[in-house]
């Protein structure tokens, strides 16, 4: 066995999407034994030819197999969601006589980006030269957090930039 290894697609999913695991694989003409398919140490999708059925989806909470787009070379995960994050290996087993093994892994990142704008809310409608600034920014959720960055009058603001102005933001909730 050789030329074994995993393609993640894409590597780093947004939040409700499908990823697809790819094996690739060089059995150098032996037969396959079966491809086996695990999120860290848990396995949830077996494909071995000589068995009827052919494939096997283990019950994983939060991990969708698309049973009709996975077959001996490739999983589809389905609805992804945080928890999904993490490692991902597939296992690859030649049939007899030798029964060799090999196994490769790939990290799987989920993301949520904030499906909104900011919404800036100030006291005031309109400030005079002097006056204090106080404002709230929130941000639908998102993972990771967004980073939220502050201009006034087209200058970067930061809590160093004048004692009188006072950056306050809220992210709300989590997702």
């Not at 066995?1 to 032996?30: F, N, W």
């Not at 969601?81 to 989920?110: R, Y």
């Not at 998102?142 to 201009?151: E, I, N, R, Y």
Request: charged share 25%; with cysteine; proline share 7%.
């Amino acid at each position: 066995m050789r030329d074994v290894s995993l393609e993640v697609v894409p590597e780093i999913v947004r939040r409700g999407q499908k990823v697809i695991l790819r094996c690739h694989y060089d059995l150098e003409e032996a037969p396959l034994y079966s491809l086996k398919w695990y999120r860290g140490r848990r396995e949830f999708y077996r494909y071995t030819p000589v068995e009827e059925p052919a494939t096997k989806v283990f019950n994983i909470t939060g991990i969708y197999v698309d049973a009709g787009n996975s077959n001996k070379s490739q999983v589809t995960l389905r609805d992804v969601d945080f928890a999904v994050s993490g490692m991902f290996s597939c296992e690859v087993t030649a049939d007899a006589p030798t029964f060799s093994t090999a196994t490769v892994s790939k990290n799987l990142t989920v993301l949520s980006i904030p499906e909104g704008k900011p919404v800036i809310v100030s006291e005031r409608e309109r400030y005079d030269q002097g006056d204090t600034l106080r404002a709230n920014c929130s941000l639908p959720p998102s993972k990771p957090p967004a980073h939220l960055s502050f201009t006034l009058n087209n200058v970067a603001v930061s809590d160093s930039y004048n004692p009188r102005v006072i950056i306050e933001s809220t992210v709300k909730g989590k997702p």
